[in-house]
């Protein structure tokens, strides 16, 4: 079994649609979580990094935690054609190792 | 630099050949980190390094990888002996601490011919 398992899509919406992401791990010693957007060629970038259960929103985007369920979300809101990329959440196990998803591949239809 | 750098951007070579990959972090950076990426598949840990700590180098594939990091800054990916199975997008990515956020470079294309 994988540590972190992620739906790897693809996933296709209109524009403006409401985008769920989610990831569920096994690890319950996992304490850091985040999502990177990956466009094609390129390196992931940073998105969301959250380090306890709850909520964190930053714009159009919210990055949810449910450490008793081992789950973790990325919603987008209003999206756009320019969200199309590869999703993938990560983690950082005990070792400080970050530990990505397989990741999710979004497009978003004009 | 503003950002990690990673060089060279793609990389093609002959099997059996040995390749070097390098990856210049952002400065101040303690922790860097080296990912192989396959075609349609995650991001698969290769080697972290921390400060002066001796590297974890868990998650190397065989003895035929190696990597160095000198003077907590640069470090250097070595793959001797390359075999197809190596072609791989390699990320180099660096981050203040284990439990930062981590920023990646553009990755370096290999493809063994």
């Known amino acids: 079994q994988k540590e972190v398992e992620q739906d790897p899509g693809p996933l296709s919406v209109p524009e403006g649609a409401i985008v769920s992401l989610n990831c569920t791990y096994s690890n319950s010693a996992f304490q850091y979580f985040m999502w990177y957007r990956q466009y094609s060629r390129k390196g992931p970038e940073l998105l969301m990094y959250?380090?306890?259960?709850g909520n964190k929103e930053d714009g159009r985007f919210t990055a949810q935690v449910d450490k008793s369920s081992k789950y973790i979300s990325l919603f987008i809101r209003d999206s756009q054609p320019s969200d199309s990329a590869t999703y993938l959440c990560?983690?950082?196990?005990?070792?400080?190792?970050?530990?990505f998803g397989q990741g999710t591949e979004l497009s978003v239809k004009p | 630099g503003a950002g990690v750098s990673q060089s060279p951007s793609n990389k093609v070579t002959e099997k059996g050949k040995d390749v070097e990959l390098r990856c210049d972090p952002i400065?101040?950076?303690?922790?860097l980190y080296w990912y192989r990426q396959s075609l349609g598949q995650g991001l698969e840990f290769l080697i972290y390094f921390q400060g002066n700590s001796a590297p974890d180098k868990s998650g190397l594939p065989s003895d035929r990888f190696s990597a160095e990091r000198t003077g907590g800054s640069v470090s250097t990916l070595t793959i001797q002996r390359t075999q197809q199975e190596d072609s791989a997008v390699y990320l180099c990515a660096s981050s203040f601490g284990r439990d930062d956020g981590y920023t990646f470079g553009s990755g370096t294309r290999l493809t063994i011919v």
């Open positions: 990560a983690m950082i196990n005990q070792g400080g190792k970050l530990i």
């Open positions: 959250t380090y306890s259960s």
């Open positions: 400065s101040g950076h303690t922790a």
